[in-house]
């Protein structure tokens, strides 16, 4: 991926969507500590995350619920 990580971007991304860092964390398989330390510029994601980071941008509202559904029901 030619994209770069920017720590506003996945806090906006996180806002739009409705979600809480725990919910973000689950769906890029991360924990809400991670997100939060993203967010704030303190640390920066592996690069096991980006697809998942990057991913965040093509998803709606609906989208995100539903995969998180799925994950918390397995």
């Known amino acids: 991926e030619g994209t770069r990580f920017s720590a506003k971007s996945i806090a906006s991304q996180r806002r739009r969507l409705g979600l809480s860092a725990a919910e973000c964390g689950l769906l ?7 997100i939060y330390n993203w967010e704030e510029g303190k640390a920066r994601p592996r690069a096991q995350h980006m697809p998942a980071i990057y991913a965040l941008r ?13 994950r918390k029901a397995a």
């Open 28 to 34: 890029v398989g991360a924990s809400a500590q991670s």
């Open 58 to 70: 093509t998803l709606g509202r609906r989208q995100a619920n539903e995969i998180l559904e799925a």
